[in-house]
């Protein structure tokens, strides 16, 4: 389990974080969701030791993360955004990396899973064909996909997804999400994403604002609050989120 413990966060006395606490439990979808400059990128990088917290701190099963040897924690968490890296190299190197371990059946299992394998198989190089660099011969949701397979091939007891399914259709995402929760079993997995059929999924939702945890719940439970979640429901903002 991963604490979030009374964290604060200032940029130049901008407030980013504001005494936050919230927990984040293993084998569970945790979501965190707000409009931009809530403070949901300073919180991913607190968890990732990215950022030291001005206050509070991040515990991992109690202990501090300030005990950890930061490059080997960071080995256990994998972090999935729209700013992709991906290297000028053949589909199979871009998911392994270099992991000599991973089987081609398990490559292909968990690229059938998130809807790559069809695709895959159609190219005259099948795995062995080179994206070119930053994946340019890639559309934007085969990018991800690819993202999201390595990550869980990477089998890190963290797994964040940042925005990490924007390039993907409801439908593809939802998919993919639910086609990949096998994998997901016994991890910590956090979501930060703006589309409902991502969020009402998730077993906790906290909602930020202003740097803080202004509620909490699932989707069913924030939505009988009839809160600031149940409002956002509401407005143009998560028309954008529901489409």
Sequence with gaps: MIEVKN?????????????????????????????????KSTILKSIAGLIKPDKGEILIDGESIK???LKS???????????????????????????????????????NNVGLLEYINGLEDGF?????????????????????????????????????TSSLDNISQKVILQNI??????????????????IKDADNIYIMNNGEVIEEGSHDELLLNKGAYFSMLNTKYIEEIAN
Aim: with cysteine; aromatic share 6%; charged share 25%.
């Design 73 to 111: 924690f960071r080995k256990n968490i994998s972090i999935i955004s729209q700013d992709l890296l991906l290297l000028d190299d053949s589909i199979f190197n871009n998911l392994t990396l270099g992991r000599n371990k991973i089987s081609l059946q398990k490559v292909e299992d968990v690229c």
């Design 128 to 164: 062995n064909t080179n994206i070119g660099e930053n994946g340019t011969k890639l559309s934007g949701g085969q990018k991800q996909r690819i993202a999201i397979a390595r990550a869980i091939l990477n089998d890190t007891k963290v797994i964040i997804f940042d925005e990490a």
């Design 7 to 39: 964290v604060s966060k200032k940029y130049r006395k901008v407030k980013a974080l504001d005494d936050i606490s919230f927990n984040i439990e293993e084998g569970k979808i945790t979501c965190i969701l707000g409009i931009n400059g809530v403070g």
């Design 67 to 69: 005990k950890y040897n």
């Design 181 to 198: 929760k096998p994998f997901l079993k016994n991890k910590v997995v956090i979501i930060v994403a703006h589309r409902l059929s991502t």
